[in-house]
């Protein structure tokens, strides 16, 4: 009982940071070439510290909705990912730390070895067993897809296909601004709206 409050009061806290006025980090162009992308594919694979916000859209067997998202990465392995619904309700929140992710939602605290198993049982519908930072990211993985000039293209984790549609950059960084995912189940458009740390 002690760990859950405990859990509920940090999840409160780190809501009141997220929501907290921040200087969103100017948007601009992308450059081209193998170097150019060769070059973005190593300083993201090194991202590590990272606060953003945007929007996903989702299709799914449990209906259509969308939420709003601020992802707060202090680490590599240890970032809050706060869902909120588009009248600003919390939808949840999950939390990694290392290799434990919790999941925090009405009011209870659940435990698990993965995001996508906590987004299952909250959400009612499957999601890749894939790191969702590095999906957003567009870090290198196994399944990514790149054109003739290395750009991360997309990536297939079947049944789940993922389509880098866009690309922004901040602060010299190579972002997807756009992400369309698409399975049997599930379609996603994942929107980033802005960067504030990086």
């Known amino acids: 009982m002690r760990i859950t409050t405990y859990l509920l009061a940090l999840s409160l806290g780190a809501t009141l940071a997220l929501t907290g006025c921040q200087t969103a980090i100017e948007e601009g162009q992308v450059g081209s070439g193998s170097a150019y992308w060769q070059s973005m594919q190593n300083k993201v694979n090194e991202i590590d510290n990272l606060l953003c916000r945007g929007k996903i ?3 799914s067997t449990q209906g259509r909705f969308s939420l709003n998202y601020v ?5 590599k392995d240890e970032y809050t990912l706060n869902l909120t619904t588009a009248l600003g309700s919390q939808a949840a929140v999950f ?10 939602a009405d009011g209870k ?31 290198k993985q196994e399944g990514m897809v790149f054109d003739e000039e290395l750009k991360p293209l997309g990536l297939n984790l079947f049944p789940y296909q993922f389509l880098y549609s866009k690309y922004s950059s901040y602060q010299g960084l190579a972002l997807p601004s756009e992400i369309l995912m698409r399975s049997p189940e599930l379609e996603l458009k994942i929107v980033l709206n802005s960067v504030e740390r990086i």
Do not use: H, N
């Open 95 to 104: 939390k990694r730390d290392k290799d434990t992710y919790t999941l925090l």
């Open 57 to 59: 859209g989702v299709i």
């Open 109 to 139: 605290v659940e435990q698990g070895t993965s995001l996508a198993k906590l987004f299952a049982k909250r959400f009612a519908t499957a999601f890749p067993e894939a790191e969702f930072v590095d999906i957003l990211l567009a870090k």
């Open 71 to 75: 992802l707060d990465m202090q680490a």
